[in-house]
T-cell receptor, first 114, second 111 residues
Framework: KAGVTQTPRYLIKTRGQQVTLSCSPI?????VSWYQQTPGQGLQFLFE???????NKGNFPGRFSGRQFSNSRSEMNVSTLELGDSALYLC?????????????FGSGTRLTVV | GNSVTQMEGPVTLSEEAFLTINCTYT??????LFWYVQYPGEGLQLLLK?????DKGSNKGFEATYRKETTSFHLEKGSVQVSDSAVYFC??????????FGGGTRVLVKP
């Protein structure tokens, strides 16, 4: 059974550019969440999608956006990149969005903004 | 709001030593509790979980018991190996469904 696949694994972008990250969840999983991991702030929740609808959103500026497609694949977009956006971006999928369901995480996309 | 507090690391141990990582939480309602592990250069792996009070999650020799009275979910392993060296994250999931993580505890096991 394939796990959560995130592409690309590494990205280097310049300030002011935009970037799109992709996440393919485990087959059958309908809930996809995104997290940002940095040494200073730790793991912070970005947003959650379930059946193409955004169910929850963290405290990030509007430059961070996402979407989910009918096949449950998800993309995350960051516009007007800032140096502080350098981080490991983790995608996680779950069979359902209920409280008892754990998430399976991908290996992440490491974004470096220069 | 919800929060998770776990002991700061690094925790340095010798092989076969006993490991405990403390985790306490604050949450409204009755959250589910999780431990995740992150190896260098990788994403997070679910280690174990507990969904209600007094539940014990266990996996790969690790155990944690959901203690509602002390709002804790401490992780324990009786005999650690070098391969257990990683960063461990305690997390909760309450109404709203997002995971709230603690700051992580780095564990280093020396041979």
């Amino acid at each position: 059974k394939a796990g959560v696949t995130q592409t690309p694994r590494y990205l280097i972008k310049t300030r002011g550019q935009q970037v799109t990250l992709s996440c393919s969840p485990i087959s059958g999983h309908r809930s996809v969440s995104w997290y940002q991991q940095t040494p200073g702030q730790g793991l912070q929740f970005l947003f959650e999608y379930f059946s193409e609808t955004q169910r929850n959103k963290g405290n990030f500026p509007g430059r961070f956006s996402g979407r989910q497609f009918s096949n449950s694949r998800s993309e995350m977009n960051v516009s007007t990149l800032e140096l502080g956006d350098s981080a490991l971006y983790l995608c996680a999928s779950s069979l359902s969005s209920g409280e008892g369901y754990g998430y399976t995480f991908g290996s992440g996309t490491r974004l470096t903004v220069v | 709001g919800n929060s998770v507090t776990q002991m700061e690391g690094p925790v340095t141990l010798s092989e076969e030593a006993f490991l405990t990582i403390n985790c306490t939480y604050t949450a409204t309602g009755y959250p589910s509790l999780f431990w995740y592990v992150q190896y260098p250069g990788e994403g997070l792996q679910l280690l174990l979980k507990a969904t209600k009070a007094d539940d014990k999650g266990s996996n790969k020799g690790f155990e944690a018991t959901y203690r509602k009275e002390t709002t804790s979910f401490h992780l324990e392993k009786g005999s650690v190996q070098v391969s257990d060296s990683a960063v461990y994250f305690c997390a909760l999931k309450a109404a709203g469904n997002k995971l709230t993580f603690g700051g992580g505890t780095r564990v280093l096991v020396k041979p």
